[in-house]
Nanobody
Framework: QVQLVESGGGLVQAGGSLRLSCAAS????????MGWYRQVPGKQRELVAS???????HYADFVKGRFTISTDNAKNTVYLQINSLKPEDTAEYYC??????????????WGKGTLVTVSS
């Protein structure tokens, strides 16, 4: 079994920064892609950024240089550095990963989310 656990969310003032972390654990053989999504009530979950095991990163257009995704492959952990936070960044942030298990199954896994609240 594989699980993702996010951390690092919280309440921050506009203009501030946060660093989200997501650690994968369990019967992991390899992780192909890890990513961050966000969702506000009443809206669809949207991709924020993703990164491959080789370090190739992709960002949503709205990120506009404020977000940086990175990984520590040895720790099966992905990070999201968010700078210049805006009230509209307020959302539940979810980690997602494409995992190959030790049994060679391919799984797409979601974390339970971490809440980011930005006050104006």
């Amino acid at each position: 079994q594989v699980q993702l656990v996010e951390s690092g969310g919280g309440l921050v003032q506009a203009g501030g920064s946060l660093r989200l972390s997501c650690a994968a654990s369990g019967s992991i053989f390899s992780i192909n892609v890890m990513g961050w999504y966000r969702q506000v009530p009443g809206k669809q979950r949207e991709l924020v950024a993703s990164i491959t095991s080789g370090g190739s990163a992709h960002y949503a257009d709205f990120v506009k240089g404020r977000f940086t995704i990175s990984t520590d492959n040895a720790k099966n952990t992905v990070y999201l550095q968010i700078n210049s936070l805006k009230p509209e960044d307020t959302a539940e942030y979810y980690c997602n990963a494409d995992v190959i298990t030790t049994a060679r199954s391919v799984l797409n896994i979601w974390g339970k989310g971490t809440l980011v609240t930005v006050s104006s």
